[in-house]
Nanobody
Protein backbone atom coordinates (compact mmCIF):
# COMPACT_ATOMS: atom_id res chain seq x y z
CA UNK A 1 0.00 0.00 0.00
CA UNK A 2 1.15 3.50 -0.83
CA UNK A 3 0.09 6.67 0.93
CA UNK A 4 0.27 10.12 -0.61
CA UNK A 5 -0.34 13.19 1.51
CA UNK A 6 -0.66 16.61 -0.12
CA UNK A 7 -0.19 19.91 1.64
CA UNK A 8 0.22 23.57 0.79
CA UNK A 9 -3.17 24.42 -0.64
CA UNK A 10 -5.15 27.45 0.40
CA UNK A 11 -6.62 30.76 -0.66
CA UNK A 12 -4.49 33.09 -2.76
CA UNK A 13 -5.15 36.24 -4.74
CA UNK A 14 -4.85 36.28 -8.53
CA UNK A 15 -1.22 36.67 -9.51
CA UNK A 16 -0.04 35.01 -6.33
CA UNK A 17 1.93 31.82 -5.76
CA UNK A 18 1.58 28.58 -3.87
CA UNK A 19 3.77 25.52 -3.52
CA UNK A 20 2.10 22.18 -3.09
CA UNK A 21 3.94 19.27 -1.53
CA UNK A 22 3.19 15.57 -1.67
CA UNK A 23 4.89 13.12 0.66
CA UNK A 24 4.85 9.45 -0.28
CA UNK A 25 5.16 6.54 2.11
CA UNK A 26 4.52 2.84 2.21
CA UNK A 27 5.45 0.22 -0.32
CA UNK A 28 7.06 2.49 -2.86
CA UNK A 29 10.47 2.91 -4.39
CA UNK A 30 9.95 6.59 -4.92
CA UNK A 31 12.91 7.23 -7.19
CA UNK A 32 11.68 4.88 -9.91
CA UNK A 33 8.06 5.97 -9.87
CA UNK A 34 6.44 8.53 -12.06
CA UNK A 35 4.68 11.30 -10.18
CA UNK A 36 1.79 13.45 -11.27
CA UNK A 37 -0.39 16.34 -10.24
CA UNK A 38 -4.01 16.35 -11.33
CA UNK A 39 -6.77 18.78 -10.57
CA UNK A 40 -10.53 18.82 -10.63
CA UNK A 41 -12.64 21.94 -10.64
CA UNK A 42 -16.37 21.93 -9.85
CA UNK A 43 -18.34 20.62 -12.79
CA UNK A 44 -15.23 19.74 -14.77
CA UNK A 45 -13.36 16.57 -15.49
CA UNK A 46 -10.18 15.72 -13.69
CA UNK A 47 -7.13 16.77 -15.72
CA UNK A 48 -3.41 16.18 -15.66
CA UNK A 49 -1.65 19.39 -14.66
CA UNK A 50 1.95 18.22 -14.50
CA UNK A 51 3.82 14.96 -14.63
CA UNK A 52 7.36 13.93 -13.92
CA UNK A 53 8.88 10.66 -14.99
CA UNK A 54 11.54 8.84 -13.00
CA UNK A 55 14.19 10.24 -15.35
CA UNK A 56 13.13 13.78 -14.52
CA UNK A 57 11.38 14.55 -17.78
CA UNK A 58 8.24 16.62 -17.37
CA UNK A 59 4.92 17.30 -19.02
CA UNK A 60 2.56 20.20 -18.43
CA UNK A 61 -0.95 21.04 -19.43
CA UNK A 62 -1.00 23.89 -21.94
CA UNK A 63 -2.97 26.03 -19.51
CA UNK A 64 -0.15 26.02 -16.92
CA UNK A 65 2.98 26.02 -19.06
CA UNK A 66 5.37 28.74 -17.99
CA UNK A 67 3.56 29.21 -14.67
CA UNK A 68 3.78 25.86 -12.90
CA UNK A 69 6.84 23.74 -12.23
CA UNK A 70 7.00 20.20 -10.88
CA UNK A 71 10.04 18.92 -9.00
CA UNK A 72 10.93 16.01 -6.79
CA UNK A 73 13.26 15.23 -3.92
CA UNK A 74 13.91 11.51 -3.98
CA UNK A 75 15.73 11.63 -0.64
CA UNK A 76 12.54 12.92 0.99
CA UNK A 77 10.07 10.89 -1.11
CA UNK A 78 8.40 14.18 -1.92
CA UNK A 79 7.15 15.84 -5.08
CA UNK A 80 6.36 19.52 -5.36
CA UNK A 81 4.25 21.73 -7.58
CA UNK A 82 5.29 25.37 -7.66
CA UNK A 83 2.40 27.47 -8.94
CA UNK A 84 3.04 31.07 -9.96
CA UNK A 85 0.89 33.75 -11.56
CA UNK A 86 -2.20 31.98 -10.35
CA UNK A 87 -5.51 32.67 -12.03
CA UNK A 88 -9.10 32.17 -10.84
CA UNK A 89 -9.43 29.32 -13.33
CA UNK A 90 -6.70 27.44 -11.44
CA UNK A 91 -9.16 27.00 -8.58
CA UNK A 92 -9.59 23.27 -8.03
CA UNK A 93 -8.78 20.35 -5.82
CA UNK A 94 -5.24 19.23 -6.60
CA UNK A 95 -4.31 15.58 -6.33
CA UNK A 96 -0.91 13.95 -6.19
CA UNK A 97 -0.47 10.62 -7.91
CA UNK A 98 2.16 7.97 -8.38
CA UNK A 99 2.62 5.22 -10.92
CA UNK A 100 4.99 2.39 -11.59
CA UNK A 101 4.67 3.14 -15.28
CA UNK A 102 3.50 6.53 -16.58
CA UNK A 103 2.00 9.50 -14.72
CA UNK A 104 -0.86 9.19 -17.23
CA UNK A 105 -1.85 5.92 -15.55
CA UNK A 106 -1.76 6.54 -11.80
CA UNK A 107 -1.79 3.62 -9.42
CA UNK A 108 -2.36 5.69 -6.26
CA UNK A 109 -3.97 9.02 -5.45
CA UNK A 110 -3.68 11.37 -2.53
CA UNK A 111 -6.71 12.81 -0.79
CA UNK A 112 -6.36 16.18 -2.51
CA UNK A 113 -5.77 19.73 -1.39
CA UNK A 114 -7.97 22.69 -2.21
CA UNK A 115 -6.51 25.64 -4.09
CA UNK A 116 -8.71 28.73 -4.37
CA UNK A 117 -7.64 31.74 -6.39
CA UNK A 118 -9.85 34.69 -5.61
CA UNK A 119 -9.68 38.36 -4.70
Amino acid sequence: QVHLVESGGGLVQPGGSLRLSCAASGSIIFSINAMGWYRQAPGKERELVAGMASDGSTKYADSVKGRFAVSRDNAKNTVYLQMNSLKPEDTAIYFCTTSGSSYRYPNYWGQGTQVTVSS
